[in-house]
Each structure stands twice: as structure tokens, then as C-alpha cells.
């Protein structure tokens, strides 16, 4: 493989399709180092760390060993993130992992991702976390009772039409959101996390008495209990996916990973314990919902505090994840790899407002159709699958192409490291215990070949396809753009 040439051409000179002698539109570098660290760790802390704590016990079998996995999901999320951050010094260009496929591997690996990113993956996310806002939101409404699935459902809608509204206004009121709820779920950390050491300081420590005591040795439940963790700490790419939006990138990406993955990596060590120290093992084994047992036997009659923090850190997880998952279906749509009209920006708001329509759709689609259960469940094993891909490509780049101008360099250790536990996140489940819709995603994967010889490589337009786009182009008011040509 080699490294595929970029295009060229200089927006500072080019025309639009529109009219002759215009600038094509730009998105703005309006992401800076506080924003960075708002949009990786307000995505990272979701309801993972509110939901995920009894599974990673569970399938360990003590606590000193279910925080020993936290631990070392933190740190293979850091060892990732910068192995990420050197591919975003060498690949100026926002898309994440699929820039990073197209530049090293070539246009058919990269499509079968942006396909299955774009089409499955993201969606399905961006769904599973508004479903779960839902839940807490409309919780109050409805004491001592579950919550009926059409409230539910049409409270997630609403949360993805809000969500599309704000990021489809601005940058920087999406930036701003996300601030606001970061610092939001933050204190709501903060306030366990305190509660935690004034258990243990009043001697709260029974749970740590022969703390490795019963500790799980299977390879498979220890694969589960890694991707109950790692589901806790999924977002901690999404930078890579805005890197045209970033002001410094060659800065600003590795300081705001230095800074952000360490902090959720110690919160979450900290809020384990908090729980633990609270409940035994046992009690925390048994709770649907630990965040929220946690606050009765902790706050009283301020435990829905609680509820509401749980529910403003999945909105503002949500919110990171349709902001960075929308970047895949526009940067895929400018390399011509999806329709045309999703690689266009609005022309005033400089937002990328059909790949953002285009997400909010498939993810309406998949909470009105609510057959997405093991669709979230099999996440891992596919995020897993194309970061391994990426990884790889990183290692190429550093053995192959050493001469390549680069301002950060991670250690080669790490990436190898990741790449060791993405290989193993990936057979694990396979070898130990084979499920059918294992074989479901892999042939969902391979189903873009039917779109990508006629349509990508073949470059088969229909005309009729291109009428669509020029009047769809006209009614949202957008226009091609062109990518950062540092």
C-alpha cells in the first residue's frame, strides 16, 4: 500500500459550482483547546459509567479486579487516543478512521467503513444514547412504574430533532451546549465521587476486604467485562473526526487527549469506589441502575439529583456524538464515496446540514423501529474491528514511511499494544462464544460491494440522481465546499 495523493487544488483559488468566480464555502476552525476537551470528554462520559459498574463486577467477580479493568480500559483508551493523535498530525483532514483507511489502504477498505459508519454504526449509537436520556428524563413522570415505550421513544426523537436544530445552526452553539454539559455531568461526578471519600473516611470499606477474592479467570468474561468498560469510554476518538475544525491541530489534538481521557479515566476510578463504598457488592450486583441507588442511600431526598445528572450527561453525550458522527457522513461525501449533496455546507450558518439531516434520519428511523438492541450490543466488536484496521495503518506509516512530516510521535509500543487488544476484543467473542449475529454484521459489512463497483468506482451517475441533488441543493440553501488546504 502506499500513501494515496491528496487532491490539490487550493481554495483560496478555487471556484464554486455555483456560480463562476466565487470561493467554494469552507467549514470554520472554530474548535479550540476548551471545546477539545469538552467534545472527548462529554462524549466519553455518558450513561456508561452510570449503567456499565454492576456488568464489569459481574463478569469479574470482585471489585478489586472489576476497578483493575477500568484501569486499564482508561489506559487503552489513552494509548489509542494518541496513537490517534500522531495519524491527525500526519492527516490533516477531519473523518477519523476513515480518512486515515482512504489515505493508507485505499477507496474500497474506506468505503465499507464510511457504509457501515455511516449507514449502521453511528446511527445506532446516536440512537441507543438518546433512547437512554429518554428514560431518565420521563423517569420523574412516572413513580414506581416503567415508563410506557411511546413516551419514551417520542422523548429520544424530540432529543435527535433538538440536537439536529443546534448543530445545524452553528458551530459554536454546539460547542457551546457541549461545554455547558460537560461542566454539567462534571459536578455531577464530582458530587459522587465526594460522597465516596466521606463514606470511606467514616469507614465505609467493607467492600474491599479481600478484594480479589472469587476473581473471574476466563478469557471470554474478561473480553465482556473490557467491552462493558470500553463502552464507558467510547468517544475518546471523536477529536480525530473535526480536525479541519480544530484551531492549531498539530496542538491542540495530543494536549486536548493529555488532558481529557486522564481526567475521565481518574473520575471513573473514583466514582467506583464511591459506589462500592456505598453498596456491597451484592447491592450493587442487584440494582438496575447504580447511579441512582447510590443517591438514595447517599442524598435521601435529593437523590433525584441524581436523575436529572444522569439525563443531562446522556444529552450531552448525544450531542458529541451527532456532532463528530455527521463529520463521517460529510468528509465521506466530499471524497465521493455517498451522494453528492452531503458533502455541501449551509451557505450562511457554514454548518454541514445534509450529512446532519442525513444522520438524524437513520437514527429516527432506528428508534421508531427499535430493532437495534443487538445491533448496539455487537458495537464494540465493530468499533474494535476498524480501530485495529486504523492502528495497523499507523504502524505502516511509522515503519514504511518514517520520513513524513509529523509534529507529535507516540512511542511505537502503543499502538502496538492497541493493536494486540484490538485483535483480541475482536476474536474473543468469536472463539468463546459464537453468535449468529456476529455473522450478520460481517455480511452487512461486505454488502457495500454492491454499491461500490457501480457507483464508486465505475463512477455510474444517474441522471436522475443528479436532478435530486440540484433541487435538494436549492431547498436547504447549500453549496459544495472545499477541505482546509493546510
Given at each position: 500500500?502506499?500513501?494515496?495523493?491528496?487532491?490539490?487544488?487550493?481554495?483560496?483559488?478555487?471556484?464554486?459550482?455555483?456560480?463562476?468566480?466565487?470561493?467554494?464555502?469552507?467549514?470554520?476552525?472554530?474548535?479550540?483547546?476548551?471545546?477539545?476537551?469538552?467534545?472527548?470528554?462529554?462524549?466519553?462520559?455518558?450513561?456508561?459509567?452510570?449503567?456499565?459498574?454492576?456488568?464489569?463486577?459481574?463478569h469479574m467477580g470482585n471489585p478489586a479486579s472489576s476497578l483493575l479493568i477500568w484501569a486499564a480500559c482508561g489506559l487503552?483508551?489513552?494509548?489509542?487516543?494518541?496513537?490517534?493523535?500522531?495519524?491527525?498530525?500526519?492527516?490533516?483532514?477531519?473523518?477519523?478512521?476513515y480518512i486515515y483507511i482512504l489515505r493508507i489502504f485505499g477507496s474500497f477498505p474506506?468505503?465499507?467503513?464510511?457504509?457501515?459508519?455511516?449507514?449502521?454504526?453511528?446511527?445506532?449509537?446516536?440512537?441507543?444514547?438518546?433512547?437512554?436520556?429518554?428514560?431518565?428524563a420521563i423517569a420523574p413522570f412516572y413513580p414506581g412504574c416503567s415508563s410506557p415505550q411511546v413516551a419514551v421513544k417520542c422523548t429520544a426523537a424530540a432529543c435527535i430533532l433538538i440536537l439536529t436544530i443546534i448543530n445545524c445552526l452553528n458551530v459554536r452553539l454546539a460547542t457551546s451546549v457541549m461545554n455547558i454539559f460537560t461542566a454539567a455531568k462534571l459536578l455531577a461526578l464530582l458530587v459522587i465521587v465526594v460522597g465516596g471519600l466521606v463514606l470511606l473516611a467514616n469507614g465505609h470499606t467493607?467492600?474491599?476486604?479481600?478484594?480479589?477474592?472469587?476473581?473471574?479467570?476466563?478469557?471470554?468474561?474478561?473480553?465482556?467485562?473490557?467491552?462493558?468498560?470500553?463502552?464507558?469510554?467510547?468517544?475518546?476518538?471523536?477529536?480525530?473526526?473535526?480536525?479541519?475544525?480544530?484551531?492549531?491541530?498539530?496542538?491542540?489534538?495530543?494536549?486536548?487527549?493529555m488532558i481529557a481521557i486522564p481526567l475521565?479515566?481518574?473520575?471513573?476510578?473514583?466514582?467506583?469506589?464511591?459506589?462500592?463504598?456505598?453498596?456491597?457488592?451484592?447491592?450493587?450486583?442487584?440494582s438496575g441502575a447504580v447511579a441512582v441507588t447510590w443517591g438514595d442511600k447517599v442524598l435521601g431526598s435529593w437523590a433525584w439529583l441524581i436523575s436529572l445528572s444522569v439525563a443531562l450527561s446522556t444529552f450531552g453525550s448525544s450531542n458529541g456524538t451527532f456532532f463528530s458522527g455527521g463529520r463521517v457522513c460529510y468528509i465521506a461525501a466530499r471524497e465521493g464515496h455517498m451522494p453528492d449533496i452531503l458533502s455541501m455546507a449551509h451557505v450562511r450558518c457554514l454548518t454541514p446540514?445534509?450529512?446532519?439531516l442525513f444522520t438524524s434520519a437513520m437514527s429516527l428511523i432506528m428508534i421508531i423501529s427499535g430493532n437495534f438492541t443487538s445491533i448496539v450490543n455487537f458495537f464494540s466488536f465493530m468499533a474494535w474491528l476498524f480501530y485495529g484496521m486504523t492502528i495497523s495503518g499507523l504502524l505502516y506509516l511509522k515503519i514504511k514511511k518514517p520520513e513524513l512530516p509529523r509534529s507529535y510521535k507516540v512511542p511505537i509500543i502503543f499502538p502496538i499494544i492497541?493493536?494486540?487488544?484490538?485483535?483480541?476484543?475482536?476474536?474473543?467473542?468469536?472463539?468463546?462464544?459464537?453468535?449468529?449475529?456476529?455473522?450478520?454484521?460481517?455480511?452487512?459489512?461486505?454488502?457495500?460491494?454492491?454499491?461500490?463497483?457501480?457507483?464508486?468506482?465505475?463512477?455510474?451517475?444517474?441522471?436522475?440522481?443528479?436532478?435530486?441533488?440540484?433541487?435538494?441543493?436549492?431547498?436547504?440553501?447549500?453549496?459544495?465546499?472545499?477541505?482546509?488546504?493546510?
Open positions: 500500500s502506499t500513501m494515496r495523493e491528496r487532491k490539490t487544488t487550493d481554495p483560496r483559488h478555487s471556484s464554486t459550482d455555483l456560480s463562476e468566480g466565487k470561493e467554494k464555502l469552507r467549514l470554520k476552525q472554530e474548535v479550540g483547546l476548551i471545546s477539545s476537551v469538552s467534545l472527548i470528554a462529554g462524549t466519553m462520559i455518558g450513561s456508561g459509567i452510570f449503567m456499565s459498574p454492576e456488568w464489569v463486577l459481574y487503552l483508551a489513552m494509548f489509542g487516543a494518541l496513537s490517534y493523535a500522531e495519524l491527525g498530525t500526519i492527516i490533516k483532514e477531519s473523518g477519523g478512521e474506506a468505503f465499507l467503513f464510511a457504509y457501515t459508519s455511516v449507514i449502521l454504526v453511528r446511527p445506532a449509537g446516536l440512537a441507543a444514547v438518546c433512547l437512554s436520556f429518554a428514560e431518565y467493607q467492600s474491599f476486604q479481600n478484594g480479589f477474592q472469587g476473581t473471574t479467570a476466563g478469557i471470554g468474561a474478561v473480553g465482556v467485562a473490557f467491552y462493558q468498560g470500553l463502552w464507558s469510554y467510547d468517544g475518546w476518538n471523536n477529536l480525530n473526526y473535526v480536525t479541519e475544525e480544530l484551531k492549531k491541530p498539530e496542538v491542540t489534538l495530543p494536549r486536548a487527549l475521565v479515566t481518574c473520575l471513573y476510578l473514583l466514582v467506583n469506589v464511591s459506589y462500592l463504598a456505598a453498596m456491597t457488592p451484592s447491592e450493587l450486583l442487584s446540514s445534509p450529512a446532519l492497541v493493536l494486540m487488544a484490538a485483535v483480541y476484543l475482536v476474536l474473543a467473542p468469536i472463539i468463546d462464544q459464537p453468535q449468529i449475529e456476529i455473522l450478520y454484521i460481517v455480511l452487512f459489512i461486505f454488502s457495500g460491494i454492491i454499491f461500490y463497483f457501480p457507483l464508486v468506482h465505475f463512477k455510474y451517475h444517474p441522471r436522475c440522481l443528479q436532478r435530486v441533488t440540484l433541487h435538494l441543493q436549492l431547498l436547504l440553501e447549500v453549496a459544495p465546499t472545499t477541505r482546509d488546504a493546510n
